[in-house]
C-alpha cells in the first residue's frame, strides 16, 4: 500500500515537470518562428528597396543622367572610406613633420586647380587623405608685422607669443645672457624622452625655425657672432650657430641637414652655383663650427659613428644606416641657393636611414620654404610626390603644417620672410585693384593636416601654443614633471 502510494507520488511529479517542460520548449520554438520572420520581413525590405548597404542606395532610381551617376559613385566611395577611418589611440612610436613655410589656404587651392587652360590634370595631394584637419592661428601677424622667430618658439616651444615678445625686450635691454629663459621645444623634450631626433631644411639649419628647436638667443639677429656685438661676445652670449654646435639640444640631434655654410665657418668655398648670400650673416674670422663639431664627436663616450658632409657626392655615398650622428651643411646661403644641391627625396632617404632603430622611437621636422618667387604649384608636388614615398610606416605620426604669414625680417635677414613697410593710412589710400591684391597677400590660418596614432588631437581652431602641447601629450613626453 505504501509503495503504491508513492508510485503515484511519484509519476504526479513527472507529470508536472513534463508539463512544464513542454511549455519551456514551446516558448523556445515560438521565439525562434518569431525571429525568423522578422528576418525574412527584413531581407524582403533590403532587397525590394535595395539598402543593404551604402552603395545600394538606389539614387539612380529617378532617372538620374549617366555622368551624375558617375560622380554620386565617386561620392559614396569616399563617404565609405569615411566610415572605416580609425585613429589609432596608442601613443605613437615615431612621428614625421612637414612644415610648409610660404603657402596658405589660397595656395593650396590655387594649386589643386591649375586653371582652364593648363594642360595639367587637378593635383590631388596625399595630406588631402588624412582622416583629421586643424587650423592653427596666425594672431602675431594680423595685428603687425612680427618677429618670425618668436613664432617659430610658440609653435615648437608651446610658449605663448606675447611672453615670449616680452621676455626678449627685457633680455635685450639688460644684455644679461644668464638670464634667458630656458624653454625646452618639442625636440629637446623628445630627446630627454630617449627619441632619436633629426631637423631637415631647405633653407640654413640656423634660420627661425631652427633656433626655436635648439637655441635660446636674447636677439633674434643674432644667428651667428658676425652680426653681435664685440662686447657680448666678451660677456659669455652664445649666437644661434654656436648653439647648434655647442648646446645641449644642438650636441643631442642626430641629423641636421640643410645649408647656412657661411654662419658656421668663416672661410667657405665659393662657387658660381654656391655664392655667398650678402643679406645673411658672415661669422667671424678663425670661426670653425664644422671642425669644433666633428671634434666634439670624437670625444664621445663611447665612442660614436658620424659623419660631416658638404657635397651632393658626399651624401649620396655614405651609408647612414651604420651612424650615429650626420651633420649636412650643403650651401653657403640657403639651400635654394645652390644649384647643385641635394634632391630632396636624397636628403630626406639619408635622414631616415640614421633616425631608424627597430628598438627606438624618432622625431623629424622637414622644414620647406615655399619663397614668393618661387613656383608654389611646382614645389606642392614636389613635397606631394616626396612625402607620398615616406608614408605608411606603422605607428607614425604624421603632420603636414602649411602656413604663411607677414613677418619683420631681424636685421639684414630678409630670406624667406616678407616686409610690410606701408602705414595704414598709405595702404587705404591705394586704388581698389591694389586693396584687393594687398587683401590676397594677408596672411591666413594655418592648416595643420594630421594622420596616424593620436592624430584625432588635431581638430578644430587653436592657438600657435598648441602644436607643441599636443605632440607633448601624443608621446607621452614627460620632461616637465606632468602626469600625460
Not at 188 to 196: E, H, I, K, P, V
Request: aromatic share 8%; net charge positive; proline share 3%.
Amino acid at each position: 500500500m505504501a509503495t503504491s502510494q508513492r508510485w503515484k507520488q511519484i509519476c504526479f511529479q513527472l507529470r508536472l515537470k513534463s508539463t512544464q517542460l513542454f511549455i519551456v520548449a514551446g516558448s523556445v520554438l515560438l521565439a525562434v518562428l518569431i525571429s525568423l520572420i522578422c528576418i525574412g520581413i527584413t531581407i524582403r525590405y533590403e532587397v525590394e528597396y535595395e539598402v543593404v548597404n551604402l552603395s545600394d542606395v538606389d539614387y539612380w532610381k529617378d532617372q538620374v543622367s549617366p555622368e551624375q551617376k558617375f560622380w554620386y559613385d565617386k561620392g559614396i566611395q569616399e563617404l565609405q572610406q569615411a566610415m572605416r577611418i580609425y585613429s589609432k589611440q596608442s601613443k605613437p612610436k615615431n612621428v614625421l613633420i612637414l612644415l610648409v613655410n610660404g603657402i596658405d589656404g589660397r595656395a593650396l587651392a590655387a594649386a589643386r586647380f591649375p586653371g582652364e587652360n593648363s594642360t595639367k590634370e587637378h593635383a590631388h595631394f596625399v595630406w588631402d587623405q588624412f582622416p583629421h584637419l586643424a587650423r592653427i592661428k596666425n594672431s602675431c601677424s594680423y595685428n603687425s608685422p612680427c618677429d618670425m622667430s618668436s613664432v617659430s618658439r610658440a609653435l615648437w616651444s608651446g610658449v605663448p607669443l606675447k611672453a615670449g615678445i616680452r621676455n626678449s625686450t627685457s633680455q635685450i635691454m639688460s644684455r644679461n645672457c644668464s638670464r634667458l629663459d630656458q624653454f625646452h621645444s618639442i625636440l629637446r623634450q623628445a630627446q630627454l624622452a630617449g627619441l632619436r631626433t633629426g631637423f631637415v631644411t631647405n633653407q640654413r639649419i640656423t634660420g627661425a625655425t631652427g633656433a626655436a628647436l635648439y637655441a635660446n638667443v636674447a636677439e633674434t639677429s643674432w644667428e651667428c657672432d658676425g652680426l653681435m656685438p664685440l662686447g657680448s661676445i666678451e660677456a659669455g652670449c652664445e649666437d644661434v650657430a654656436l648653439q647648434l654646435i655647442s648646446g645641449e639640444t644642438g650636441q643631442a640631434l642626430n641629423v641636421v641637414m640643410g645649408g647656412g655654410r657661411q654662419l658656421l665657418s668663416a672661410k667657405v668655398p665659393i662657387y658660381t652655383w654656391d655664392p655667398l648670400d650678402e643679406l645673411l650673416c658672415r661669422a667671424r674670422n678663425g670661426r670653425n663650427l664644422l671642425r669644433d663639431w666633428r671634434n666634439l664627436k670624437l670625444k664621445l663616450r663611447p665612442r660614436k659613428r658620424f659623419e660631416v658632409v658638404q657635397h651632393e657626392k658626399e651624401l649620396s655615398s655614405i651609408n647612414a644606416t651604420n651612424l650615429d650622428y650626420l651633420m649636412g651643411v650643403l650651401a653657403n646661403g640657403d639651400l635654394t641657393a645652390n644649384s647643385q644641391a641635394p634632391s630632396l627625396k636624397l636628403m630626406l632617404n639619408k635622414t631616415l636611414e640614421v633616425l631608424r632603430r627597430s628598438t627606438v622611437r624618432h622625431l623629424l621636422i622637414w622644414e620647406h620654404f615655399v619663397r614668393p618667387e618661387m613656383n608654389a604649384t611646382r614645389e606642392l608636388r614636389l613635397l606631394n610626390e616626396t612625402l607620398s614615398t615616406l608614408l605608411g610606416q606603422k605607428n607614425t605620426l604624421t603632420l603636414v603644417l602649411l602656413t604663411n604669414g607677414n613677418y619683420l625680417s631681424p636685421s639684414r635677414d630678409v630670406s624667406g620672410e616678407t616686409d610690410l613697410t606701408s602705414t595704414l593710412d598709405e595702404t587705404f589710400n591705394q586704388s581698389e585693384l591694389q586693396l584687393q591684391l594687398i587683401l590676397q597677400q594677408m596672411s591666413s590660418e594655418s592648416l595643420l593636416f594630421a594622420q596616424g596614432p593620436k592624430s584625432l588631437l588635431f581638430y578644430g581652431v587653436h592657438e600657435e601654443t598648441y602644436l607643441a602641447q599636443a605632440l607633448s601629450y601624443a608621446l607621452g613626453l614627460n620632461a616637465f614633471g606632468n602626469q600625460l
